[in-house]
């Protein structure tokens, strides 16, 4: 998905007048830094979106003439969420959750509270 910069714009300026006002941030840099900085995040991370979309529309147009009986979006979500398993990206918001790479002896799955033996 394609952002304008007026847009990104308007967003960082939101997000930064919610933060402020909740009290969830103390900045430490002044406002421009803060704001280049969440605008360059930002923009990473759309441009990440961007390239899984892509190599998900790829790989269903080389799966489309086989499977003509199945919902060509719900296969794009898929294969899109599967992409992003396997870069280690999240289609989901983790705010609130630590971050717990996979434990090799859990099979990939994510690594829970308990220790497994494995120590990175």
């Known amino acids: 998905m394609k952002i304008k910069q007026e847009q990104l714009e308007r967003l960082v300026i939101a997000?930064?007048?919610?933060?402020h006002?909740?009290?969830?941030?103390?900045?430490?840099?002044?406002?421009?830094?803060?704001?280049?900085?969440i605008m360059a995040i930002i923009n990473?991370?759309?441009?990440?979106?961007?390239?899984?979309?892509?190599?998900?529309r790829t790989m269903l147009a080389?799966?489309?003439?086989g499977a003509r009986d199945v919902d060509p979006y719900r296969m794009?979500?898929?294969?899109?969420?599967?992409?992003a398993a396997?870069?280690?990206l999240s289609c989901e918001p983790t705010i609130g959750k630590p971050h717990?790479?996979?434990?090799?002896?859990n099979r990939g799955?994510?690594?829970?509270?308990?220790s497994c033996g494995f120590r990175p």
Do not use: G, V
Not at 15 to 19: G, S
Not at 76 to 83: C, E, G, P, S, T
Not at 100 to 105: A, G
Not at 109 to 114: F, G, I, K, Y
């Open 62 to 65: 080389s799966y489309a003439q």
């Open 76 to 83: 794009f979500l898929l294969a899109k969420q599967k992409l």
């Open 21 to 37: 006002a909740k009290e969830l941030i103390i900045p430490k840099t002044n406002e421009p830094e803060l704001k280049a900085k």
């Open 109 to 114: 799955r994510p690594r829970e509270r308990r």
């Open 15 to 19: 997000l930064l007048a919610n933060y």
């Open 86 to 88: 396997k870069k280690d």
């Open 44 to 56: 990473h991370n759309f441009a990440e979106e961007e390239a899984i979309e892509q190599e998900a």
């Open 100 to 105: 717990l790479p996979p434990c090799p002896s």
